[in-house]
């Protein structure tokens, strides 16, 4: 019996030591991503001259470049694939996020604008996003209209 306790005692640091480990890589993920962010940030700025502002475009809305409506229907699919709607949302839950995008598609940011008033609904279409990385942008000149933009959830659709 003491033995069968020692074993299970074991088994169960050792779950803790993964489960600490694991953190510590998502922490040191996260870490690499924000310091990416700020580098791009930082070249985008200096790229851009002397200035101040946000540096995104009347185009961050989510409406510009002649090839958005062929990418933000694909953009909207493969959130959509991603998505885990909590069970017994209601149907008037209405999110709005703005997505920062990388060059290529890669998710610099998921930021709530406009909460829906549920925490759950809310935090499950920024993860349908985050799950979606990378997402499929234009490149080149076109993808400008891609690097900041809004997407609203309901529980039936993405607009």
Known sequence: MAAEKKAQEKKRKEEEEKKKY?????KQEIAARKKAEAAAAAARQKSKGKGSGSGTSRKAGGGGGK???KYIGPIRSKITRNWRRPLGSSSDLVV??????FPGGGIAN???IKSSGNVAFDRSAADAVRLSDPLPVPKGKDFDAFRSFVLEFTPNRIR
């Open 110 to 112: 998921v930021q709530v």
């Open 67 to 69: 090839n958005y409506n």
């Open 22 to 26: 694991a953190e510590a890589k998502r």
């Open 96 to 101: 709005k996020m703005r997505l920062k995008l």
